[in-house]
């Protein structure tokens, strides 16, 4: 045989192999919508979520001094867009649980004798505590409150060197008050001083593999339970199963079981090699992490359930599977500040359960949380693993068609 | 074997279609199965035999129609009907990567077994069905013949009062075929009522009453004996040194329905117009000669439930009354 024919008889092989394929690409039509699908949701996910620039992370005051210059620094960080104030706490305690359950990512202190120390000129100090476990979050912080600090400083100086400045519109009356005798002790009139919480050395890794454990549990724990139904339709043994007396319910729940204490041997995983290897710290109790995992767990197995559900092989959930996986892993503040995220992001974060989850294990792992102090979390991942689970029973159907 | 006595009526099919698109599979089906009968299904490949049973079980929906099963109504009352029913699938359905033990263990507890005596009811099933070697062998491993006997002690470990077997011995070679009817037998005898589907003649054959299906339509309902009964007088064997050229020369001749080779022996039907065997005998010999088939010998046969197959391929009514 010359070479040539050789050559074409390779070349006709080779196209008959393409041809066919391309045919079996175009027949499955969910993996037709999926080479739409993907790019769309991805480009879509990807250019809204990715956006470093950290904004409105939700703060906290605890305001002692109480005094109308410090409402006015108040609303003054507020303004700077990089602070939200949402709301004002009464003691140190409250501010440290709001910083452990995550409800806000800065605590604004502002000492009683605050005011007294400005007129005073023995230079006044606010404190910001960040929450630094997530190293972005703390970063934009910093460097918010320090720019605003020097800001003010600026503005502040010349009224308490004596000069006629800014710093009277600022302050309009109190002046008084407190008479004209100051005593400067201190080179700067106010100091904002930023205290990274948690985290103090800003660690990438000690933010990223608490998050990893509830990433990698989602794409595990789901792909198992979304192969779960697929395999028994491939291989015949759901024409037996329906057939059974067993009920949709009995089957769901029998599917998950195993794998929570497959998911639960994960965690302690990526735990024990987070702590060996990026000496990431356990502050929390570990049993409360098991608490919070638990129902994070079955939410994501029934996720799985529902994807099994529908889908119709093996590949199909799969890829469907993925589908769910991106906008998870894009939108829930793993990767990406979820302060940064716009409102709508946000919004679809909030449902997700790896969203609550990754508060959860931050809070429980970074800064040693109480579970209870998550139950709100712990109730929104609830909700979601029932309507998932709700879902999959019914779109499961004891019926062959 | 005895048939069973009239009327008493466990499963009842009452005009029974099923559609997939613009086919229709099952075409208005209707009939009774007796207490205790082993009831055979029998048509060729997609003739409508899986899409029946798996709508008499409620795993698939009629399109018009329902059943009456055990009392029950289907599809309505499906699920109610489930502990009382034994399934057993074209294909192998159990799980593969369990053991023969654990399969039936599975299938016990699914299906109520009480628990005091699931353990014995387990090992009862595997020293019933000559399971006892491969107890701990993976389903996976086991032949065709082996797999089968599994599939049908799992399809009866609950003892359920009627067994939906669709073509159970597909693929098994003849002895493990013949066992395997032995044990279906033995369940008949032991009160169980027994619907089972086949495109094997010499299995149909052993059925009480047979329910012969033909492009989803019912074209006859009765017992073999019956069926081949009405053929009485239609069959006749011609031995020949060449059959195909007797066979050949057959298919030509107006009397001659169709024809089988079998060996040297050519089996043939009588057109229904045709005089009796016994006088068209001499016809076709006469025949064969004229077309100078040497050392034919034609000799009126019985006919056999092919035969009757060919006959209701043509169109030809061999119903009784029944249970319209």
């Known amino acids: 045989m010359s070479a040539f024919t050789q050559i074409s008889a390779s070349l006709v092989r080779t196209l008959a192999m393409a041809r066919k394929e391309f045919r079996q690409l175009v027949r499955d039509r969910p993996t037709l919508g999926f080479v739409v699908g993907i790019p769309t949701l991805q480009l879509i996910l990807f250019g809204y979520a990715i956006n470093l620039d950290v904004r409105h992370v939700p703060t906290v005051v605890l305001d002692r001094s109480q005094s109308e210059l410090s409402r006015r620094i108040v609303g003054e960080l507020g303004a700077t867009q990089t602070f939200d104030v949402v709301g004002s706490i009464e003691s140190e305690r409250a501010a440290i649980r709001m910083l452990e359950s995550g409800r806000a990512g800065a605590v604004v202190l502002i000492p009683p004798d605050f005011e007294q120390r400005i007129y005073r000129g023995r230079g006044a100090e606010i404190s910001i505590l960040a929450d630094a476990s997530n190293p972005t979050v703390a970063t934009a912080v910093a460097l918010a409150g320090q720019g605003y600090g020097s800001s003010l400083n600026a503005r502040m100086q010349p009224f308490i060197t004596g000069a006629d400045s800014a710093a009277l519109r600022l302050v309009p009356e109190g002046r008084e008050r407190f008479g004209p005798d100051r005593d400067l002790v201190r080179g700067e009139a106010v100091r904002i001083e930023v205290l990274p919480f948690y985290n103090p050395e800003r660690r990438t890794a000690v933010f990223i593999v608490p998050g990893l454990v509830g990433v990698i549990l989602t794409m595990t724990m789901m792909l198992m339970t979304a192969l779960a139904i697929v395999r028994e339709r491939e291989r015949g043994t759901f024409e037996f199963l329906i057939a059974t007396p067993i009920r949709r319910g009995e089957v769901m729940i029998g599917k998950i079981l195993p794998y929570l204490v497959v998911g639960h041997i994960q965690v302690g995983l990526i735990l024990l090699l987070g702590a060996l290897l990026f000496s990431v710290p356990i502050q929390g109790s570990l049993f409360d992490l098991g608490v919070g995992a638990l129902p994070f767990l079955a939410s994501m197995l029934s996720m799985g359930l529902v994807v099994s559900s529908v889908a119709r092989t093996q590949f199909q959930a799969t890829q469907l599977s993925f589908f769910f996986f991106l906008p998870s892993m894009l939108l829930s503040g793993f990767m990406f500040p979820f302060e940064a995220m716009p409102r709508a992001a946000q919004w679809i974060g909030e449902v997700l359960p790896l969203t609550h989850f990754l508060r959860i294990v931050r809070g429980v792992l970074l800064k040693g949380a109480p579970i209870e102090s998550l139950a709100w979390e712990v109730a929104a991942i609830l909700a979601f693993m029932i309507a998932a689970l709700a879902l999959a029973t019914l779109t499961f159907r004891k019926r062959l068609e | ?324």
């Open chain 2, 1 to 324: 074997m005895t048939p069973p006595a009239d009327g008493d009526a466990i499963v009842a099919a009452r005009r029974v279609s099923r559609r997939f698109g613009a086919v229709v599979a099952v075409d208005e089906v209707s009939f009774t199965v007796r207490r205790g009968e082993i009831f055979g299904c029998l048509g060729p490949n997609g003739s409508g035999k899986s899409t029946l049973m798996r709508m008499l079980l409620g795993l698939l929906a009629p399109s018009a129609g329902n059943f009456e099963v055990l009392g029950y109504t289907v599809p309505p009352d499906a699920e109610r009907l489930r502990p009382s029913v034994g399934y057993m699938t074209q294909r192998f359905s159990l799980y593969a990567d369990l053991s023969v033990r654990e399969n039936l263990e599975f299938a016990s507890e699914i299906f109520g077994v009480s628990l005091r005596g699931r353990r014995a009811r387990v090992d009862r099933a595997i020293e019933e069905f000559g399971l006892g070697s491969y107890a701990g062998t993976r389903a996976e491993s086991l032949s065709g013949g082996w797999k089968q006997r599994l599939a049908l002690a799992t399809a009866t470990i609950h003892d359920p009062e009627l067994l939906v077997l669709d073509e159970p011995t597909a693929g098994v070679d003849p002895e493990n075929r013949r066992d395997f009817w032995e044990k279906l037998f033995e369940l008949a005898n032991a009160g169980r009522t027994i619907l089972v589907s086949t495109h094997y003649m010499d299995e149909a054959a052993r059925c009480h009453r047979l329910l012969v299906l033909r492009d989803g339509k019912r074209a006859a309902l009765d017992s073999p004996g019956a069926l081949t009964g009405h053929l009485a007088g239609r069959a006749l064997d011609v031995e020949s040194d060449s059959p195909d050229r007797a066979i050949a020369a057959l298919r030509r001749f107006d009397l001659v329905r169709s024809t089988t080779q079998l060996g040297s022996t050519v089996h043939v039907l009588l057109h229904p117009d045709a005089p009796d065997a016994s006088d068209a005998a001499d016809a076709v010999g006469a025949f064969l000669a004229a077309e100078e088939i040497s050392a034919a010998r034609v000799r009126p046969s019985s006919a056999n439930l092919e035969d009757v197959f060919v006959a209701l391929l043509h169109g030809e009514v061999l119903d009784r009354e029944d249970a319209a």
